[in-house]
Protein backbone atom coordinates (compact mmCIF):
# COMPACT_ATOMS: atom_id res chain seq x y z
CA UNK A 1 0.00 0.00 0.00
CA UNK A 2 3.22 2.73 0.94
CA UNK A 3 4.99 1.73 -2.38
CA UNK A 4 2.03 2.60 -4.54
CA UNK A 5 1.28 5.64 -2.85
CA UNK A 6 5.06 6.61 -3.13
CA UNK A 7 5.02 5.25 -6.89
CA UNK A 8 1.62 8.02 -7.49
CA UNK A 9 3.54 11.05 -6.23
CA UNK A 10 6.51 9.89 -8.18
CA UNK A 11 4.56 9.56 -10.99
CA UNK A 12 3.17 13.07 -10.22
CA UNK A 13 6.05 14.67 -9.91
CA UNK A 14 7.46 13.80 -13.33
CA UNK A 15 4.50 14.62 -15.02
CA UNK A 16 4.22 18.26 -13.17
CA UNK A 17 8.16 19.38 -12.43
CA UNK A 18 10.34 17.29 -15.29
CA UNK A 19 8.05 16.71 -18.22
CA UNK A 20 10.15 18.09 -21.24
CA UNK A 21 11.84 20.76 -18.75
CA UNK A 22 15.62 19.71 -17.89
CA UNK A 23 15.95 23.25 -16.31
CA UNK A 24 14.55 22.07 -12.62
CA UNK A 25 16.74 19.31 -12.58
CA UNK A 26 19.56 21.41 -13.53
CA UNK A 27 18.11 23.79 -10.45
CA UNK A 28 18.27 21.23 -7.76
CA UNK A 29 21.18 19.73 -8.48
CA UNK A 30 23.42 23.25 -8.24
CA UNK A 31 21.48 24.03 -5.02
CA UNK A 32 23.00 20.41 -3.50
CA UNK A 33 26.58 21.52 -4.53
CA UNK A 34 25.81 24.91 -3.12
CA UNK A 35 24.53 23.77 0.08
CA UNK A 36 27.17 21.24 0.58
CA UNK A 37 30.19 24.06 -0.30
CA UNK A 38 28.45 25.96 2.36
CA UNK A 39 28.49 22.92 4.93
CA UNK A 40 32.10 22.21 3.97
CA UNK A 41 32.95 26.18 4.66
CA UNK A 42 31.22 26.20 7.86
CA UNK A 43 32.74 22.78 9.24
CA UNK A 44 36.18 24.77 8.27
CA UNK A 45 36.03 27.31 10.85
CA UNK A 46 36.64 27.25 14.12
CA UNK A 47 34.02 27.00 16.80
CA UNK A 48 33.40 27.47 20.81
CA UNK A 49 30.73 24.36 21.90
CA UNK A 50 29.55 22.65 24.87
CA UNK A 51 29.75 19.23 24.84
CA UNK A 52 28.87 16.27 27.09
CA UNK A 53 32.05 13.31 27.24
CA UNK A 54 30.79 10.17 29.39
CA UNK A 55 34.34 9.12 31.42
CA UNK A 56 35.56 5.83 32.03
CA UNK A 57 38.74 6.00 34.88
CA UNK A 58 42.01 3.66 34.57
CA UNK A 59 44.93 3.18 36.17
CA UNK A 60 43.76 3.54 39.46
CA UNK A 61 46.36 3.24 42.85
CA UNK A 62 46.56 -0.70 43.05
CA UNK A 63 47.58 -0.01 46.93
CA UNK A 64 44.39 1.17 47.56
CA UNK A 65 40.85 0.92 47.55
CA UNK A 66 38.60 3.93 46.17
CA UNK A 67 35.73 4.33 48.29
CA UNK A 68 33.43 7.22 46.61
CA UNK A 69 31.82 7.12 43.15
CA UNK A 70 33.32 9.66 40.60
CA UNK A 71 31.32 11.76 38.17
CA UNK A 72 30.52 9.46 35.01
CA UNK A 73 30.85 12.43 32.49
CA UNK A 74 32.56 15.79 32.15
CA UNK A 75 30.76 18.52 30.78
CA UNK A 76 33.76 20.26 28.62
CA UNK A 77 33.67 23.49 26.98
CA UNK A 78 35.77 23.63 23.63
CA UNK A 79 37.56 25.15 20.86
CA UNK A 80 38.22 23.04 17.53
CA UNK A 81 37.15 23.59 13.66
CA UNK A 82 33.78 21.83 13.11
CA UNK A 83 35.00 19.09 11.50
CA UNK A 84 37.30 18.51 14.76
CA UNK A 85 33.75 18.90 16.68
CA UNK A 86 31.47 17.00 14.33
CA UNK A 87 33.88 13.84 14.78
CA UNK A 88 34.32 14.37 18.45
CA UNK A 89 30.98 14.43 19.08
CA UNK A 90 30.46 11.21 16.75
CA UNK A 91 33.29 9.27 18.61
CA UNK A 92 32.18 9.89 21.78
CA UNK A 93 28.64 8.00 21.11
CA UNK A 94 30.62 4.87 20.76
CA UNK A 95 33.91 5.42 23.03
CA UNK A 96 34.30 7.13 26.71
CA UNK A 97 36.71 9.58 27.57
CA UNK A 98 39.49 7.57 29.27
CA UNK A 99 40.72 8.97 32.52
CA UNK A 100 44.02 7.66 33.43
CA UNK A 101 43.99 8.39 37.24
CA UNK A 102 47.52 7.72 37.95
CA UNK A 103 48.88 9.42 34.67
CA UNK A 104 46.56 12.50 35.23
CA UNK A 105 47.70 12.89 38.64
CA UNK A 106 51.78 12.25 38.32
CA UNK A 107 50.91 8.80 40.63
CA UNK A 108 50.54 10.95 43.88
CA UNK A 109 48.18 9.32 45.11
CA UNK A 110 49.97 5.63 44.82
CA UNK A 111 52.91 7.38 46.72
CA UNK A 112 51.03 9.54 49.33
CA UNK A 113 49.64 7.54 52.46
CA UNK A 114 46.70 9.93 52.26
CA UNK A 115 43.05 8.47 52.17
CA UNK A 116 41.37 12.15 50.61
CA UNK A 117 42.31 14.03 47.71
CA UNK A 118 41.37 16.70 45.74
CA UNK A 119 42.38 18.00 42.29
CA UNK A 120 41.44 20.92 40.10
CA UNK A 121 40.43 19.57 36.81
CA UNK A 122 42.23 22.56 34.96
CA UNK A 123 45.36 20.47 36.17
CA UNK A 124 44.13 18.09 33.38
CA UNK A 125 42.82 20.35 30.77
CA UNK A 126 45.96 20.40 28.57
CA UNK A 127 46.53 16.68 28.72
CA UNK A 128 42.80 15.55 28.07
CA UNK A 129 43.06 18.03 24.98
CA UNK A 130 46.07 15.69 23.44
CA UNK A 131 44.26 12.42 24.17
CA UNK A 132 41.12 13.88 22.56
CA UNK A 133 42.45 16.05 19.09
CA UNK A 134 46.09 17.69 18.42
CA UNK A 135 43.12 20.15 16.79
CA UNK A 136 40.88 20.71 20.18
CA UNK A 137 41.70 22.67 23.53
CA UNK A 138 39.44 22.37 26.33
CA UNK A 139 38.77 25.66 27.76
CA UNK A 140 36.68 24.75 30.64
CA UNK A 141 35.39 21.46 32.15
CA UNK A 142 32.47 20.74 35.05
CA UNK A 143 32.71 19.38 37.70
CA UNK A 144 35.48 21.92 38.81
CA UNK A 145 37.01 19.37 41.15
CA UNK A 146 37.86 15.35 41.57
CA UNK A 147 37.37 14.43 44.95
CA UNK A 148 38.81 10.80 45.18
CA UNK A 149 38.33 9.03 49.21
CA UNK A 150 40.47 5.47 49.35
CA UNK A 151 40.11 3.43 52.62
CA UNK A 152 43.08 2.19 54.08
CA UNK A 153 44.08 -0.92 52.93
CA UNK A 154 45.14 -4.11 55.53
CA UNK A 155 45.51 -7.73 55.67
CA UNK A 156 44.13 -10.46 57.75
CA UNK A 157 43.62 -13.91 58.87
CA UNK A 158 40.48 -15.28 58.26
CA UNK A 159 38.32 -18.56 58.95
CA UNK A 160 36.95 -20.61 56.30
CA UNK A 161 33.15 -21.98 57.35
CA UNK A 162 32.09 -24.67 55.19
CA UNK A 163 28.55 -24.97 53.88
CA UNK A 164 27.41 -28.90 53.58
CA UNK A 165 23.96 -30.18 52.53
CA UNK A 166 24.39 -33.47 52.50
CA UNK A 167 21.44 -36.35 53.09
CA UNK A 168 22.78 -39.32 54.81
CA UNK A 169 21.92 -43.15 54.36
CA UNK A 170 20.25 -44.75 57.16
CA UNK A 171 22.56 -45.94 60.03
CA UNK A 172 25.42 -43.12 58.58
CA UNK A 173 26.44 -40.17 60.42
CA UNK A 174 28.73 -37.09 60.44
CA UNK A 175 31.09 -38.60 63.57
CA UNK A 176 33.34 -35.68 63.59
CA UNK A 177 34.25 -32.06 63.18
CA UNK A 178 33.92 -30.60 59.70
CA UNK A 179 36.89 -29.21 58.63
CA UNK A 180 38.73 -26.94 55.93
CA UNK A 181 42.68 -27.30 54.85
CA UNK A 182 44.00 -24.87 55.30
CA UNK A 183 41.07 -23.54 58.00
CA UNK A 184 41.83 -20.25 57.41
CA UNK A 185 43.00 -17.48 54.58
CA UNK A 186 45.05 -14.66 54.62
CA UNK A 187 42.61 -12.08 52.94
CA UNK A 188 43.96 -8.23 51.76
CA UNK A 189 41.44 -5.38 50.88
CA UNK A 190 40.12 -2.42 52.20
CA UNK A 191 40.65 -1.78 56.71
CA UNK A 192 37.16 -1.08 57.13
CA UNK A 193 35.69 -4.00 55.16
CA UNK A 194 37.97 -6.95 56.58
CA UNK A 195 37.16 -5.97 60.23
CA UNK A 196 33.45 -6.20 59.28
CA UNK A 197 34.43 -9.79 58.04
CA UNK A 198 34.19 -12.94 60.79
CA UNK A 199 34.39 -15.49 58.38
CA UNK A 200 34.12 -16.59 54.57
CA UNK A 201 32.27 -19.35 53.38
CA UNK A 202 32.42 -22.14 50.54
CA UNK A 203 30.81 -22.75 47.76
CA UNK A 204 28.04 -25.47 49.35
CA UNK A 205 28.23 -29.02 48.96
CA UNK A 206 25.06 -30.95 47.74
CA UNK A 207 25.66 -34.64 48.19
CA UNK A 208 22.50 -37.51 48.89
CA UNK A 209 22.65 -41.02 50.18
CA UNK A 210 26.01 -40.59 51.77
CA UNK A 211 27.14 -43.34 53.22
CA UNK A 212 31.29 -42.51 53.70
CA UNK A 213 33.69 -39.42 54.63
CA UNK A 214 33.86 -36.80 52.35
CA UNK A 215 36.93 -34.91 50.86
CA UNK A 216 36.12 -32.14 47.99
CA UNK A 217 37.88 -29.08 46.76
CA UNK A 218 35.73 -26.06 46.88
CA UNK A 219 36.36 -22.67 45.91
CA UNK A 220 35.65 -20.10 48.37
CA UNK A 221 32.70 -17.43 47.71
CA UNK A 222 34.06 -14.28 46.85
CA UNK A 223 33.96 -10.71 48.26
CA UNK A 224 34.07 -7.70 46.68
CA UNK A 225 37.27 -5.64 47.08
CA UNK A 226 39.08 -8.17 48.86
CA UNK A 227 41.71 -10.67 47.80
CA UNK A 228 42.56 -14.68 48.82
CA UNK A 229 46.25 -15.63 49.15
CA UNK A 230 44.35 -18.67 48.12
CA UNK A 231 40.75 -19.48 46.03
CA UNK A 232 40.37 -22.84 47.16
CA UNK A 233 39.91 -25.18 50.62
CA UNK A 234 39.93 -29.28 50.82
CA UNK A 235 36.63 -29.69 52.85
CA UNK A 236 36.75 -32.88 54.86
CA UNK A 237 33.76 -34.54 56.81
CA UNK A 238 33.76 -37.72 58.78
CA UNK A 239 30.91 -40.07 57.54
CA UNK A 240 30.56 -42.96 59.48
CA UNK A 241 28.09 -46.28 59.79
CA UNK A 242 26.48 -45.70 63.49
CA UNK A 243 25.20 -48.69 65.99
CA UNK A 244 23.46 -48.46 69.11
CA UNK A 245 24.78 -48.95 72.66
CA UNK A 246 23.27 -49.14 76.17
CA UNK A 247 25.23 -47.93 79.58
CA UNK A 248 24.62 -47.54 82.91
CA UNK A 249 25.00 -43.85 84.25
CA UNK A 250 25.10 -43.00 87.58
CA UNK A 251 22.45 -39.71 88.76
CA UNK A 252 24.11 -37.18 90.70
CA UNK A 253 21.98 -34.44 93.06
CA UNK A 254 23.28 -30.76 92.74
CA UNK A 255 22.65 -27.64 94.08
CA UNK A 256 21.94 -30.01 97.66
CA UNK A 257 22.72 -28.63 101.52
CA UNK A 258 25.75 -30.58 102.63
CA UNK A 259 23.63 -31.38 106.17
CA UNK A 260 21.13 -32.95 104.19
CA UNK A 261 20.94 -36.71 103.04
CA UNK A 262 18.73 -37.67 99.72
CA UNK A 263 18.91 -41.12 98.54
CA UNK A 264 17.93 -41.27 94.53
CA UNK A 265 15.79 -44.67 93.22
CA UNK A 266 17.41 -45.84 91.28
CA UNK A 267 20.66 -44.17 91.24
CA UNK A 268 22.13 -45.29 88.24
CA UNK A 269 19.96 -45.09 84.74
CA UNK A 270 20.40 -46.67 81.27
CA UNK A 271 21.05 -44.47 78.86
CA UNK A 272 20.57 -45.96 74.77
CA UNK A 273 22.33 -43.88 72.14
CA UNK A 274 23.71 -44.14 69.18
CA UNK A 275 27.67 -44.09 68.45
CA UNK A 276 30.02 -44.49 65.40
CA UNK A 277 31.54 -47.88 65.01
CA UNK A 278 35.34 -46.21 65.53
CA UNK A 279 34.25 -45.08 68.97
CA UNK A 280 31.95 -47.67 69.92
CA UNK A 281 34.84 -48.95 72.18
CA UNK A 282 35.75 -45.92 73.53
CA UNK A 283 32.53 -44.65 75.03
CA UNK A 284 32.58 -45.28 79.05
CA UNK A 285 29.66 -44.27 81.67
CA UNK A 286 32.15 -41.58 82.91
CA UNK A 287 31.67 -39.70 80.15
CA UNK A 288 27.43 -38.92 81.05
CA UNK A 289 27.29 -36.75 83.27
CA UNK A 290 23.58 -36.46 84.60
CA UNK A 291 21.79 -34.58 87.11
CA UNK A 292 18.71 -33.53 88.99
CA UNK A 293 18.38 -30.37 91.00
CA UNK A 294 17.22 -30.15 94.77
CA UNK A 295 15.56 -26.93 93.59
CA UNK A 296 12.88 -29.62 92.47
CA UNK A 297 12.53 -31.09 96.04
CA UNK A 298 12.59 -27.83 97.59
CA UNK A 299 8.91 -27.21 95.30
CA UNK A 300 7.82 -30.33 96.58
CA UNK A 301 7.69 -32.56 93.51
CA UNK A 302 7.34 -36.26 94.45
CA UNK A 303 9.48 -37.11 91.02
CA UNK A 304 12.79 -35.43 89.46
CA UNK A 305 13.48 -34.30 86.11
CA UNK A 306 17.06 -35.91 85.03
CA UNK A 307 18.96 -33.40 82.48
CA UNK A 308 22.26 -34.57 80.58
CA UNK A 309 24.60 -31.79 81.68
CA UNK A 310 27.27 -33.64 79.09
CA UNK A 311 27.42 -36.57 77.21
CA UNK A 312 30.35 -37.73 74.35
CA UNK A 313 30.91 -36.07 70.97
CA UNK A 314 28.90 -36.93 68.44
CA UNK A 315 26.97 -39.23 69.55
CA UNK A 316 22.52 -39.33 68.30
CA UNK A 317 19.15 -40.09 69.51
CA UNK A 318 20.21 -40.22 73.49
CA UNK A 319 17.02 -41.60 75.55
CA UNK A 320 17.52 -41.97 79.34
CA UNK A 321 15.71 -44.64 80.99
CA UNK A 322 13.73 -44.09 83.47
CA UNK A 323 13.24 -40.01 82.67
CA UNK A 324 12.26 -39.06 86.10
CA UNK A 325 13.83 -40.43 89.60
CA UNK A 326 12.02 -40.86 93.27
CA UNK A 327 14.06 -39.67 95.97
CA UNK A 328 14.19 -40.81 99.53
CA UNK A 329 14.81 -37.79 102.30
CA UNK A 330 17.37 -39.41 105.28
CA UNK A 331 17.23 -38.25 108.87
Known sequence: MKSNWLHRIVKYLKKVYFHND?????????VAIAT???FLNALSKSYTVDIIAPVHYTNLPDNKTLANKQPEK???TIRAHGFTILRQKMSFLFMPLEFNVNEM???RMKEDHKSRYAFPTRLFLNQLSYKLSNDLEIMSMSPDTLFFRFDAMGQKRIKVKPQVKI????QFKISGDISTDPDSVLVNGPQVLLDSVQNLKTETIRMNAVDGPILEKMNIVPVKNLYFDTKTVQ???PVEEYTEAQKLVQVNLINKPEDVNIKLFPARVKV???VGLSRFSGINPEDFKLTVNYADILKGKQQLKITAKSTPAYIYDLKITPEELEYLIEN
Open 167 to 170: DLKK
Open 105 to 107: TNN
Open 36 to 38: GFW
Open 22 to 30: KRVVAYLVC
Open 272 to 274: TFL
Open 74 to 76: FDL
Open 235 to 237: VKI
